[in-house]
């Protein structure tokens, strides 16, 4: 069972950067996948990035791509979304994944979820 919390979310100004970060505990991190999707009001969670703890395999929705950077630092079971060029429509509750049992792409196949963390961008 690995145990997920989220932190870094905020108010961003559109055009700005904010960090969000991911601390995993319980499982060996080594083992899985860890996931970014973001939800914004009335929409549907939405898959925003994906890496590979053991490796340096990653994934980004393009909607993102070029914009944010996935990583992940092993050694204090962290994983990283840096946000550049943020945008209003960025704007979402942005949750951490784990562990996903099929495809990295879709938020049914992860095992494991954060609390989430807020992130606006003002316009």
């Known amino acids: 069972q690995v145990t997920l919390v989220e932190s870094g979310g905020g108010l961003v100004q559109a055009g700005g950067s904010l960090r969000v970060s991911c601390a995993a505990s319980g499982r060996p991190s080594t083992s899985y996948y860890v996931g970014w999707f973001r939800q914004a009001p009335g929409k549907e969670r939405e898959f925003v990035a994906a890496?590979?703890?053991?490796?340096?395999?990653?994934h980004y929705a393009d909607a993102v791509k070029g914009r944010f950077t996935i990583s992940r630092d092993n050694a204090k079971d962290m994983v990283f979304l840096q946000m550049n060029s943020l945008k209003p429509e960025d704007t979402a509750v942005y949750y951490c994944a784990a562990d996903p049992g099929g495809s990295v792409y879709s938020p049914d196949a992860y095992r494991a979820w954060g609390q989430g963390t807020q992130v606006t961008v003002s316009s």
């Open positions: 890496i590979n703890w053991g490796g340096d395999s990653t």
